[in-house]
């Protein structure tokens, strides 16, 4: 199952999807993916929810320092509470400083519960002192796996190019002392402890790996990244188009001749990666309506038989990642319902975007013990 929020692109500027895992394959240990706290108010968070009969008891140490609630006191960065939730019941968190973030926030379980990370409102990239420097700020959610289900080798195909705007990717680690090695993109990751993350920007497909299980994300930047400019090229000027509406601007004919390179279209999404070890044969897949462009990025090995809605992908539809076994399909799809099949295990992730909104979430996954 997938959730959007909201489904369709009517007057929307602000929207995310998560691809939902059914209950049987949730954990009981998870680590918190999210993004850092713009200013005082817009929010890193995570919430989750129990799902078994009778009361789970839930313990949380948090990287960050968080609101109070009904149930739970006010929390320094490192500090951990214990809560009692009943079947079905939630507990939402927030972080509670500016530029604060709740990545890699320890939660353990007595049972299975299911968990979202997220933001109110993020920017990406953060500006100075974590503003909306760059606009703009899009809310994002997304269902996180159990770390049982994390695996070591992931494969991110970048989104299609919106001007020069980059691609953010985070990695988080579950162990201490875990390498992860960057290949396609000239990236350093110091060794990471239990806990900890490290970001980065790529314009380029990339091949993550690791000698310990951790966790990727790959989040779809703001609509004036990477330069922050955001002036429109004002058609109604007595002398002439200029940028800006000043009629002393830079002659234009497009908004791209005002700010060369910004994205132009789009804003942040969150989209948990999907670990290579946790790929399918097969996929049954929504594209929600009314978005200007949406597309489905199919990772695959090479060599792998694919199709799409019963057509045969051709060699020539594929992008090498990294020089290596795997490569990478990006192609338009139309709104609604989508299957795809192979001969060998892929990954999917599917994206969209509209002026200044965007989706995205990883179209299925199989979630097995691995760790």
Known sequence: ???????????????????????????????????????????????????????????????????????????????????????????????????????????????????????????????????GAFCCCDHLEDQLFPVEAWGKHYLLGRSMERGKAPDTVRVLAAYDGTHVTVTGAQVNVPVLQAG???????????????????????????????????????????????????????????????????????????????????????YLFLVPNKYEKDFVNIIAPAGASVSLDDAVLSPGDFESIAGGQFQVARTVVADGVHRISSSQKIGIVVYGWDQYVSYGYAGGMNVDTLN
């Open 1 to 131: 199952a997938y959730q959007f929020n909201p489904l369709d692109n009517v007057g929307m500027y602000s929207n995310d999807a998560s691809l939902l895992l059914p209950t049987n394959v949730l954990g009981k240990v998870y680590r918190v993916m999210a993004w850092k706290q713009r200013d005082a108010s817009l929010t890193s968070y995570f919430t989750l929810a129990a799902v078994e009969e009778g009361q789970t008891e839930v313990q949380i140490t948090v990287t960050a320092p968080i609101q109070a609630g009904p149930d739970l006191p006010a929390l320094a960065a490192g500090a951990s509470a214990t809560v009692i939730l009943d079947q079905f019941q939630t507990l939402h968190v927030k972080s509670n400083e500016s530029c604060s973030d709740l990545t890699g926030t320890l939660i353990t379980a007595s049972k299975k519960v299911a968990v979202m990370g997220g933001h109110e409102c993020a920017n990406i990239p953060a500006g100075p002192n974590c503003g």
């Open 196 to 282: 900890q993350f490290h970001e980065f920007q790529v314009d380029t497909h990339v091949e993550l790996s690791s000698d310990k299980a951790f966790l990727a994300a790959q989040y779809l930047e703001s609509q004036t990244s990477p330069t922050g400019c955001s002036e429109t090229c004002d058609s109604s000027l007595l002398f002439g188009d200029r940028c800006g509406g000043d009629v002393f601007g830079k002659p234009c004919d497009t908004d791209e001749d005002c700010c060369p390179g910004v994205a132009a279209i789009g804003d942040p999404a969150f989209i948990v990666a999907v670990p290579t070890e946790q790929f399918r044969q097969d």
